[in-house]
């Protein structure tokens, strides 16, 4: 049983305790676990042992809502299988309660946890998007500033620039009409990558959202903006990649 383990390194969403009582719990019962500092960093470069994993049957994902971790494979090209895998929401789950699926029965001593790599100075921040929800209205596309998104030859949205994007803002999620845009980071459902409960809330509270940020005017504030990025696009040499 292959076990990839997220300490999400740059973000204080997981009690730190959980964490270490997990992959301790996890090192003492000799479970075969690759522990990474952030599964999103992987996720940005889209490290080769995201799809080597993804392509095994019965990999365990001990990380956090099992949404963001699916599109996070996803944004780095090793979509997961349906049936194939397990994932272990330390948000959510006590650490006990995965210990008990993960590490049953008696366990020697706890070995040091396996290190892992820095990911450098970059914060892994950025958003991945829903495919299942997303209805590829561009409506990121023409809000970022900041060149995250593009669109590509079929004029599907993208988060191209994962590294361009602003750290510790979520304002493009927050009004995205369907709540397709994840940040796994941020601590507000459904945004974090929780499951939609209430999809008639989830509806409005991103209406509340758009007049908050953009004002009663919509259209003209995003086309303002529009043409915001392409300015600053232009004066950093980026590709402007907003096929509106």
């Known amino acids: 049983m292959d076990i990839l383990f ?4 740059y973000a204080q969403i997981i009690p730190a305790e959980r964490k270490g009582r997990v992959l301790a719990g996890l090192a003492a019962a000799g479970a075969k676990c690759t522990a990474v500092p952030d599964l ?11 799809a080597e994993l993804a392509g095994q049957s019965g990999l365990k994902i001990v990380a956090c809502h099992p949404r963001a971790v699916r599109w996070l494979f996803h944004r780095a090209s090793a979509p997961l299988q349906p049936g194939r895998f397990e994932v272990f929401n330390m948000r959510m789950q006590e650490a006990d309660e995965i210990l008990a699926r993960l590490a049953p029965g008696p366990q020697g001593a706890a070995a040091p946890p396996p290190e892992a790599a820095s990911e450098g100075d970059w914060i892994p921040w ?4 829903d495919y299942e929800r997303c209805t590829n209205c561009k409506q990121c596309l023409e809000f970022c500033l900041f060149g995250v998104y ?30 397709a845009i994840v940040f796994p980071k941020v601590e507000d459902a459904p945004i974090n990558g929780a499951e939609v409960a209430d999809e008639a809330l989830a509806h409005a509270q991103a209406k509340i959202n758009i007049e908050e940020i953009l004002g009663d005017n919509i259209y003209a504030a995003l ?11 232009r004066k950093s040499g980026a590709k402007d990649g907003g096929q509106l």
Do not use: M, Y
Not at 42 to 48: E, G, Q, S, T
Not at 153 to 174: L, Q
């Open 6 to 9: 997220c300490q999400c390194a």
């Open 40 to 50: 999103c960093g992987l996720a940005a470069r889209k490290a080769p042992l995201l």
């Open 223 to 233: 086309a303002k903006r529009r043409a915001q990025r392409k300015a600053l696009l």
């Open 150 to 179: 593009e669109a590509d030859s079929a004029g599907k949205v993208t988060v191209t620039n994962p590294a361009s994007c602003k750290t510790n803002c979520p304002a493009c999620a927050r009004i995205c009409p369907q709540a």
């Open 126 to 129: 950025f958003p991945v998007i």
